[in-house]
């Protein structure tokens, strides 16, 4: 199993300009979730999933989108890039039962904005 | 607001000397405590669950506990490959049970 994959590891921006992240999981997984993590601040939820199909807005969803139309990939979406989307985006995964809310992460992308 | 602090922001030992990690929250309905391990350049890496005060889990050189107001990390005769940044992270009952709260972590340096 790969786990948690996440596409592009790097990426750099023009202010203005738009992307797609990619996350794929291969564990079968119910929810996934999208993050940023800045220095001293922690990781923020920006989006979450419960399931295909479903979408929902987390801490800090302003300036992004996301879409899970299948169960294994759940994309986040920059309209238009602005400086203060630089970061380290981590996408994660997890299931009900045993190991419950037990996230799973995935390697991070590095997303730098000028 | 939903808060979660860790102390100390740093953490340099020597090899086998122990000591603890400290995670202190304010939240509205505490759904589990999470510790992860997050290595430089890579995602978080799930260590431990905690649900109620009182609980205690272990792991190797690790030992997580729970009270109504923190957790703590117990670390016993670290080695340098216990070097990383600690995270915790609570789970509330915002967003249907979906809202995780992150601390800004513990980075631990373990000297041989």
Sequence with gaps: ?????????????KTGQSMTLLCAQD???????????DPGM????????????????GEVPDGY????????????GLESAAPSQTSVYFCASTNGGAKIYEQYFGPGTRLTVT | ED??????????????????????????GLRGLFWYRQDPGKGPEFLFTLYSAGEEKEKERLKA??????????????KPEDSATYLCAVRTRDNYGQNFVFGPGTRLSVLP
């Design chain 1, 65 to 76: 989108n996301v879409s899970r139309l299948k169960k294994q990939n759940f994309l986040l």
């Design chain 2, 65 to 78: 506990t729970l009270t109504k107001k923190e957790s703590f990390l117990h670390i016993t005769a670290p």
């Design chain 2, 3 to 28: 808060q979660v602090t860790q102390s100390p922001e740093a953490l340099r030992l020597q090899e086998g000397e122990s000591s603890s990690l400290n995670c202190s929250y304010t939240v509205s």
């Design chain 1, 27 to 37: 564990m079968n997984h119910e929810y996934m979730y999208w993050y940023r993590q």
């Design chain 1, 1 to 13: 199993n790969a786990g948690v994959t996440q596409t592009p590891k790097f990426r750099v921006l």
């Design chain 1, 42 to 57: 922690g990781l923020r939820l920006i989006h979450y999933s419960v399931g295909e199909g479903t979408t929902a807005k």
